[in-house]
């Protein structure tokens, strides 16, 4: 499980670390009006992940527990799904770009920002699928109900850090220019992970079916 987990993790950190709703959302709060509205927005980012990965979780294992053959259908759809995040990131790795970060002028409370952070994440389509891809790939290594749950914190731990960090440098208002200029060695990290973690999963389930 430890190394599934950590496997899992290090697909995660780099998807948080590329450039995506949540880190526009975190720098344009730390750029508009400091690390402290910054880091109560990444809070909010975080919470969500308890809320995607016990939705995914349970969910999925309701079905699973019906149809368990739905396990390597699901295996195809998330495995496709993370090869084509995979792709489009070494596309935009290639290609290049500024990313766009713009100061918020918007004041919020600690709850108000902690509530936007929630819904810039719970309202991303990108994350619902990607937490299913990433919840499929877990059940998909052996792991039972609990355990795939019992990612939520590690997740959550994660984006808290990543986006924290995100949030004190871009309040110093050097980060905007630094990051750009890495931003492209991001995107390609990113690619290759989540490229490793699906072609691993459509790997697995081309494989349950030669067996059969």
Not at 48 to 54: D, E, G, L, N, Y
């Amino acid at each position: 499980m430890l190394e599934t987990y950590l496997i899992t993790l290090a697909g995660i950190v780099l998807g948080q670390i590329a450039p995506g709703p949540n880190l526009l959302a975190v720098a344009g709060a730390a750029l508009g009006q400091g690390r402290r509205a910054a880091f109560f927005l990444a809070l909010g980012v975080s919470s969500a992940i308890f809320v995607w990965v016990t939705v995914a979780a349970f969910g999925l294992a309701a079905l699973l527990a019906v149809y368990p053959s739905l396990l390597t259908i699901m295996k195809f759809i998330g495995g496709g799904y993370l090869c084509f995040l995979a792709l489009r990131s070494l596309v935009a790795a290639w290609r290049g770009g500024d990313p766009s970060f713009r100061a918020s002028r918007t004041e919020w409370t600690p709850l108000s920002a902690w509530r936007r952070g929630l819904l810039v994440n719970l309202t991303n389509p990108k994350s619902a699928l990607m937490w299913s891809a990433v919840t499929t790939f877990l059940y998909g290594s052996g792991l039972s109900a609990p355990q795939v749950l019992g990612f939520a914190p590690t997740g959550f731990v994660s984006a808290l850090i990543v986006y924290g960090i995100y949030g004190t440098l871009f309040s110093t208002g050097v980060a905007q220019r630094a990051y750009a200029r890495f931003a492209r060695v991001v995107e390609a990290l990113f690619g290759l992970a989540f490229g490793a973690l699906g072609g691993k999963l459509v790997a697995d389930a081309v494989g349950e079916i030669s067996a059969k």
